[in-house]
């Protein structure tokens, strides 16, 4: 593991809590706000937001550069860093306690580190399997406790498990099954994501603290699942389908039972990236032509259709406590930029 380093793409550690812990901001009357692009910046994306009103992601410069952005609450935007001699990172989620974010270090030959941005660490490299090319870190809670997945020489995907020190424990998937990621970890430590088998059949799971798993099936008929998000109540969101190309966003209650959620009238295709405590669910439905939009679910299970001021694709992979979405939006021909939708 490389030793951590104590500062924070130049902020020090103690700049990062003050930013993160600053006044919030008044609420943006419209429902729909760019975030802010970095200084050289041209293009940016978000994957979270947290409890507080954190958002994470990435914004890439006019030179082609891509770093891992944190937007506050307070307004402020910032760059972290990468494993020293990488040349990218993106940051996939921050815990609600503001003291971790996870992603990924991009090396000059494309192969990915896991790391996390830690509060009290500085910048912490998440070891991967033995030769992984890949490995990327996807969610951490508030004990700092994250997970993700790991890729082998020969492909294959093993789901992984870092505790708050660093050290990496695999999580293995449903029996005969070849191929396993794990999504998202809520406070408690349950896990989720999904065990695919040789006969290209897929299914969601959930790994218990203790590291057992069990799977969440598909809706009657379906052959595909793959869960994407857990809550603090245990409640799962993903997607099922016949195949990949026709998903339908699903919703798993904490002992297991599927219930389709919805689409867009006149689409044909939806997924669930994530859900809050509230039962609020955001992902995307996919129209005849094949554009994404984001969409948000109630929790009584209504969709709607989430605006952008310019036609393209739109996908929302986050939902604050207040039902607040976080995603991009890329307009036809022009750069993708991080949005926030707000109630």
């Not at 910048?123 to 406790?145: C, E, I, K, Q």
Request: charged share 15%; hydrophobic share 40%.
């Amino acid at each position: 593991m490389h030793k951590p380093a104590r500062t924070l793409a130049g902020a020090t550690v103690a700049a990062l809590a003050a930013v993160l812990c600053a006044p919030a901001a008044p609420a943006a009357a419209a429902s729909y706000t760019l975030l802010k692009l970095p200084t050289g910046s041209i293009a940016s994306r978000a994957y979270f937001i947290n409890s507080g009103g954190t958002v994470v992601g990435d914004s890439t410069s006019s030179d082609g550069t891509t770093r891992a952005t944190v937007w506050t609450r307070g307004g402020f935007v910032f760059k972290l860093g990468t494993l020293p001699g990488d040349v990218a990172s993106t940051a996939f989620s921050v815990n609600d306690a503001n003291t971790a974010v996870v992603g990924r270090s991009v090396a000059p030959d494309n192969r990915q580190r896991a790391v996390r941005w830690d509060l009290f660490h500085g910048l912490v490299h998440l070891p991967g399997l033995p030769g992984a090319t890949v490995t990327r870190a996807y969610s951490v809670n508030n004990s700092r406790v994250a997970v993700g997945f790991s890729i082998t020489p020969d492909g294959a995907w093993h789901a992984v498990r870092w505790d708050a020190n660093g050290r990496m424990k695999e999580l293995f998937g449903l029996p005969g099954e070849i191929s396993v990621g794990a999504t998202w970890i809520n406070n408690a430590g349950v896990i989720v994501g999904g065990s695919d088998a040789a006969d290209g059949t897929s299914r969601g799971v959930r790994w218990a603290p203790d590291g057992t798993v069990t799977a969440l099936e598909p809706l009657p008929g379906d052959h595909v699942s793959t869960a994407t998000s857990i809550n603090n109540s245990g409640v799962v969101v993903g997607y099922s389908g016949v195949d990949w190309e026709s998903t339908r966003a699903v919703r798993w209650s904490p002992t297991g039972e599927v219930t389709a959620l919805d689409m867009l009238p006149g689409d044909v295709a939806s997924g669930a990236y994530a859900i809050n405590d509230q039962g609020h669910v955001v992902g995307y439905s996919i129209s005849a032509t094949g554009e994404h939009r984001a969409v948000r679910w109630a929790p009584d299970g209504s969709v709607s259709l989430l605006p952008t001021v310019a036609p393209g694709a739109s996908d929302a992979f986050a939902v604050a406590y207040d039902g607040t979405a976080a995603g991009f939006v890329t307009p036809n021909d022009q750069p993708t930029r991080a949005v926030l939708w707000r109630p």
